[in-house]
């Protein structure tokens, strides 16, 4: 087999890349050299990345390709180039989170899921955009400036993990690690035709991935195929002593299970997803999707998430509450920003937080210390909590039904950048598909699964606590017979 | 409104932030928004409903208390934006 043309390969999956590794078609250093060249090419387009890592890519790829001709390593991802979500730590390089306050971040330490890639061999491209502390739906709360759509540069890319989607979607890493707090993965892979994973809360260790909501926050895979996904799950997943909040809970092996037949399999709809404010073209695209699961063997029934109305205010008081007390830690003296001359400590604390946060993370910030201040706690906090109760008994009865539930993952396709940065509240309700799932806790698979005016359309699929595997499996069978996810945006592709 | 500009100013300090004056306006406004989006939850009776503190209902998860890590002061004030001795430098706060 001849090495195909750059375009070609930055549109394989992970696993074929391996496989071209494997096969010595390519060296994991001609790989790496193709990604950083068409970083270099298209970036300045997209300013999907914040920082490229160029000279620890070229020996890190000397490194694995001596350990894979050795024999030493033979994992499936070692050699496959990826990018990295600018929240996770990685010793030695920036980890701005997208902000002012951490542009002169430089980690002295790394993130779990970072360690457990250098260990399998995956080689890190870059750290990529994102809204500033994950707070946004369109990667337009940067401090490095808002990221281009792939399919249409005159849109946004979803947020926050919208470089990571961006990156991805173009060909300019194979997969990448997002976040996803009430949306951060699942929305900017919809938007940009990927697909991602937001595992059960608790699935993947947290260590080094920097908080913003601690009773939401997980690390999410964002891939060019479920295939992928499951390798990518199966290597960052598991508990993690540095992580309290990590489960303790066996990690199956996912790429073993995703050729189950679905037949037999029940999907629930969940009516509220497919109430008023869904664009009828995004509902038809979605429609289709599931007949194709039909004619797979499963069955359809309606069901009802009855609170999940709810989850656009218990969410805008749960995750500013504990954003505020997560960001108290950023006070000009430890690390981060800090203001010029400060005339005392209140001085130095108040002036390095405004000058270092951006208006959304400060919106916030505010909300948030007001819902936890004296007198206003059980009003607000204690309200949202009981109203999270509400969202997730609503999910496990469903559950008692059907198998998963399909959906989408947002009203629309994404939206021009500028059309909603002056309108908090506008963006807010654009997450109303993806926030129960991230109350409730339970994983849920974004995948592409058409176009509405040449923009991609993702499917939602949302599964029961740890149950990754049948989500995995459930879109893989998906890929199996279609090839949405196969699509690129032609401006992207060719060398 | 469902916030004054004084409550706002009242919990930016709390929050430690220093709201310039000419934004305090839009600063109020915005967040009395997202005030009047939120009070949706009143319209449902929860008196009987548990609070959802960890969605897995989980508990804290205590280890042994054992010495497991090494001190990194070092490393750590690497970062920090003034250290001398290995203290972090603050402005004085007591004359």
Redesign the interface.
Known sequence: MTVATQGDLSTLTSKELHQLIVNKDISVMELVELFLNRIKQYDPQLNAYITVVQDKARAQAIEVDNKIRSGELNHPLAGVPYALKDLFCTKGILTSCGSKMLS?????YDATVYDKLNQAGAVLLGKVNMDEFAMGSSNENSYYGAVANPWDLSRIPGGSSGGSAAAVAAGLAAYSLGSDTGGSVRQPASYCGISSIKP???RISRYGMTAYAS??DQCGPMARSAEDMALILQTISGFD?RD??S?NVPVPDYSATLNEPLTGLRIGIPKEFFADGLDADVAKVINEAVEQFKRLGATVKEVSLP?S??S???Y??IAPAEA?ANL?RF??????H?CDA??????????S??EG?GDEV??R??????AL?SGYYDA?Y?????????I?NDFVAAFNDVDVLMGPVTPTTAFKIGEKSDD??AM?LGDIYTLPIS????PAVSIPVGFSDNLPVGLQIIGD?FNEAKLLNVAHSYQQVTDWHRQSPSQFTGA | MAISKAEVVKVAHLARLAIPEDRLEGYTHTISDILDLVAQMNAVNTDDVLPLLNPLDATQLLRADAVTETNLRELYQSVAPRVEDGLYLVPKVIE
């Open positions: 002169n971040f430089i980690s002295p059960t809360y608790g009773s939401l002593v309290s909040t489960a609170n109305h709810l656009v205010a218990a805008y008081v505020s108290s006070d000009g003296v430890r690390f981060g800090s400060p005339t005392n400590l209140q001085d130095l604390y108040e002036r937080r405004w946060f400060k919106r910030i505010v909300i948030g210390t007001y201040s607000y204690l309200k949202a909590q009981k109203i999270r109760r509400l997730k908090p509240i807010y109350l409730a806790g339970v606590y």
